[in-house]
């Protein structure tokens, strides 16, 4: 294992390459901000340097992993694989912005399925005839999928049953949505056992050992660092909500499910493809459908039961139009992974379905 001997080469590292971008944005972002300027364009600057920011956390929570053995590595990876989203959304959610959280959730798990996915797919299948991965691999995760897809079905149904229309019905559907989030948080750690400790050899398939550039004291403190600074990037973000929504005419649904959602998984979106293009398709499905499980079982759940804390409370009961996303997503990755197979006529598949939803949640009116 490599110790890095310096703090130059640290900074080198960290700040290295594309991800340099991140001493020009964020105190561009933090600049714009402090003089006012457009909404807008303070909103523009500071998504973008969440994208950047959201690589060097994910770089050094794989660092700190390569240190402390796989299934401790795994279960930071897998943990922390979501965090800059994560801070965006407890932040949304701390300032009232309820329903943005809710369409970031949303947005992220199909956005993973079907954006992600299906321009690994494409870009992958490139110039090859097919491209073969894991079945069983893919069908733990879509099966825990399927376990989100009812767990945002039945507050909606309990609803309409009950009340006979959706509206967020007070306390009795704060219980629910609290007891729910409690099951997904319990499914979400025992698969984490699943894959890391019982069943670890089922999902071994087309990864790699890493070894550490940094020593275990530098990637923390690198870890540190890059969460400290998503919180300001993120506090930047979404204190231009209210105005961005405005000004543009954009829904708050619009904004979360597409933009938000996509800003908080771009890191994990460029390195999907890659790995798709060296045909390393296992990782590629990893990143992809691993992420949205992560964020149906942990992320939603835990901002349901942290929103108790808080004085907007967050429930389970989503849009319609944002259940038939996930349920439509859902559906499509499980036919097309049923094969072990893909081409890139398949990801155009699921690229045209995201367009057609996003179109649809775009034009939808606001409340």
């Known amino acids: 294992m490599a110790e890095t001997k310096s703090w130059a080469s640290v900074l080198r590292w960290a700040v290295g390459g594309w991800r340099a971008s991140i001493l020009i944005l964020l105190p561009g972002a933090v600049a714009l901000e402090y003089m006012h300027q457009h909404p807008v364009l303070v909103f523009g600057v500071a998504a973008l340097s ?51 959280v809710k369409a970031s959730i949303t947005g992220s798990i199909i956005g993973n399925l079907l954006l992600v996915f299906g321009a690994a797919v494409l870009i992958g299948g490139m110039g090859r005839e097919k491209q073969t991965f894991n079945r069983t691999a893919v069908g733990a995760n879509t099966s825990m999928l399927f376990l989100a897809v009812v767990a945002l079905v039945m507050p909606a149904l309990f609803e309409l049953a009950v009340f006979g229309k959706l509206e967020e019905h007070g306390e009795v559907i704060e219980r629910l949505s609290f007891w729910t989030a409690a099951v997904l948080l319990v499914s979400y750690f025992a698969s984490l056992i699943f894959t890391f400790r019982t069943h670890k050899d089922v999902f071994r398939g087309g990864g790699h050992l890493h070894v550490p550039q940094l020593g275990r004291a530098t990637a923390i403190a690198v870890l540190v660092g ?85 004085p907007s409370h967050m429930s389970l009961v989503f849009h319609p139009l944002e259940i038939a996303a996930v349920i439509f997503s859902v559906g499509i990755v499980i036919l097309i992974g049923q094969d072990g197979e893909t081409n890139w006529f398949e990801g155009l598949q699921l690229l045209s379905v995201y367009a057609i939803l996003a179109v649809f949640i775009f034009f939808l009116p606001g409340a």
């Open 50 to 100: 969440l994208v950047p920011l959201a690589s060097l956390l994910g770089e050094a929570t794989e660092e700190l992993a390569g240190h402390v053995g796989s299934g401790v590595g795994g279960f930071l990876n897998a943990t922390l694989g979501n965090a800059a989203e994560l801070i965006i959304a407890f932040l949304a959610l701390r300032s009232g912005h309820t329903e943005v």
């Open 226 to 310: 890059a969460t400290l600074l998503i919180v300001v990037a993120s506090e930047i973000l979404v204190s231009q909500l209210e105005f961005v929504t405005k000004s543009l005419g954009w829904t708050e649904l619009f904004v979360g499910l597409v933009i938000v959602a996509i800003v908080g998984n771009a890191a994990e979106h460029s390195t999907a493809i890659m790995m798709a293009r060296k045909d390393k398709m296992d990782l590629a499905l990893n990143i992809a459908v691993g992420s949205s499980t992560q964020v149906a079982l942990f992320v939603a759940p835990l901002l349901v039961v942290v929103s108790q804390l808080m």
